[in-house]
Nanobody
């Protein structure tokens, strides 16, 4: 059993900042890539940023220069620092992690429950 628990969402004014956290727990053997995705009303879920277990990062063009993804491997936690937020960033943000865990062992992509981020103009 693997759980991803997100925190840090909320309401912020345009230009403000928020920091999201996502902690993985369970019978985890290893975690490969971790990432953040978002889904706005009426739109498909889209990639925001990913980070490998060695620290390589990838960002959507829309957030480059404003968002920073990082992770703490011993804590099994991934973070998303969001600066210069815009109303278009309003969405439910989901954590994703490619995890090898008992009893499955083979790697599987798990999702968190999502956290709402609302940016007012």
């Amino acid at each position: 059993q693997v759980q991803l628990v997100e925190s840090g969402g909320g309401l912020v004014q345009a230009g403000g900042s928020l920091r999201l956290s996502c902690a993985a727990s369970g019978s985890i053997l290893s975690i490969n890539t971790m990432g953040w995705y978002r889904q706005a009303p009426g739109r498909q879920r889209e990639l925001v940023a990913t980070i490998t277990n060695s620290g390589s990062t990838n960002y959507a063009d829309s957030v480059k220069g404003r968002f920073t993804i990082s992770r703490d491997n011993p804590k099994r936690t991934v973070y998303l620092q969001m600066n210069s937020l815009k109303p278009d960033d309003t969405a439910v943000y989901y954590c994703n992690a490619d995890v090898s865990a008992l009893p499955r062992i083979s790697e599987y992509g798990y999702w968190g429950q999502g956290t709402q981020v609302t940016v007012s103009s």
